[in-house]
T-cell receptor, first 110, second 114 residues
Framework: DQQVKQNSPSLSVQEGRISILNCDYTNSMFDYFLWYKKYPAEGPTFLISISSIKDKNEDGRFTVFLNKSAKHLSLHIVPSQPGDSAVYFCAASGDDKIIFGKGTRLHILP | DAGVIQSPRHEVTEMGQEVTLRCKPISGHDYLFWYRQTMMRGLELLIYFNNNVPIDDSGMPEDRFSAKMPNASFSTLKIQPSEPRDSAVYFC????????????FGSGTRLTVV
């Protein structure tokens, strides 16, 4: 039973355009949501997070939007750069542990 | 700070053998997590510790899996006996309370059971 779902296994975006990665969750008790980025042969690295009391958090080129009523969050990357090509994991937390989705592989095209 | 250190980076073993994965968390971190990554299931939480005490092991797939944290600077994940379906990348992560900053992951151990 997947509590955090990333329904798009992969996404291709032109360099310079906006990348939008989506995530859905089922547990209304989650109070923090996070995005991690992973390169091959490395561990996931923390990218950005948002508290459930907010609907938007921005950090440079990265913005996370949260829609609690729809149990949906998204990560926007503007503008997309070649170094953004990686697997992005959506994650959620309701206590001390973090539950991850299966990930979306983002390809930035030249 | 060397980050979270996992060893070995790669492990190939025969079915039925015992496998031990090791993790050294970042000094000062109170929480330690073991995750497993597979294509089918993504990143799944196996077990986590707080101040060296196991808090939640509900993700441990079977009794063949066990984890220990004898002190604040060392943890092991053991599989005995190993099976081909255990082949995956195993990650260790550590951090302090305050999930909004996430936890720091090691580089992982790629386990192949043949």
């Amino acid at each position: 039973d997947q509590q955090v779902k990333q329904n798009s296994p992969s996404l291709s975006v032109q360099e310079g355009r906006i990348s939008i990665l989506n995530c859905d969750y089922t547990n209304s008790m989650f109070d923090y949501f996070l995005w991690y980025k992973k390169y091959p042969a490395e561990g996931p690295t923390f990218l950005i997070s948002i508290s459930s009391i907010k609907d938007k958090n921005e950090d440079g080129r990265f913005t996370v939007f949260l829609n609690k009523s729809a149990k949906h969050l998204s990560l926007h990357i503007v503008p997309s750069q070649p170094g953004d090509s990686a697997v992005y994991f959506c994650a959620a937390s309701g206590d001390d542990k973090i539950i991850f989705g299966k990930g979306t592989r983002l390809h930035i095209l030249p | 700070d060397a980050g979270v250190i996992q060893s070995p980076r790669h492990e190939v073993t025969e079915m039925g053998q015992e496998v031990t994965l090791r993790c050294k968390p970042i000094s000062g971190h109170d929480y330690l997590f073991w995750y497993r990554q597979t294509m089918m299931r993504g990143l799944e939480l196996l077990i986590y510790f707080n101040n060296n005490v196991p808090i939640d092991d509900s993700g441990m797939p079977e009794d063949r899996f066990s984890a220990k944290m004898p002190n604040a600077s060392f943890s092991t994940l053991k599989i005995q006996p190993s099976e081909p379906r255990d082949s995956a990348v195993y990650f260790c992560a550590s951090g302090n309370k305050g999930r909004f900053n996430g936890y720091t992951f090691g580089s992982g151990t790629r386990l192949t059971v043949v």
